[in-house]
């Protein structure tokens, strides 16, 4: 599910990430990524998400050993020029 209120910038099939999608937080610079989805997801590029809207279902595409979840939390634009952080301290804050 969506951890953030946030538009849908990317929703694509990579080799290595499997069917993933990438949410850019409304309000800040910061992105989320969903890697190894199960199907494509269900978003559309464009389409903003609440806090709690589902994203996907697990899965195991791509390159991927097993079901699991690939979550990545970036400041500034992902892949492209941002850097990743470790997203426990936000993702504690959230409860």
């Not at 559309?44 to 609440?50: E, F, L, S």
């Not at 990545?72 to 992902?78: K, L, Q, R, S, T």
Request: overall charge positive; glycine content about 14%.
């Amino acid at each position: 599910v969506s951890i953030r209120r946030a538009r849908v910038i990317y929703r694509k099939y990579h080799g290595a990430a499997g069917n993933y999608v990438v949410l850019k937080n409304l309000g800040n610079n910061t992105q989320f990524a969903y890697m190894h989805l199960l199907r494509p997801s269900p978003l559309r590029v464009g389409q903003v998400v609440g806090a709690g809207e589902l994203i996907g279902l697990v899965g195991q595409t791509g390159r991927a050993y097993g079901c699991h979840l690939h979550f990545e939390y970036w400041v500034g634009p992902w892949q492209t020029g941002g850097k990743p952080i470790n997203p426990l301290p936000y993702l504690y804050s959230l409860r």
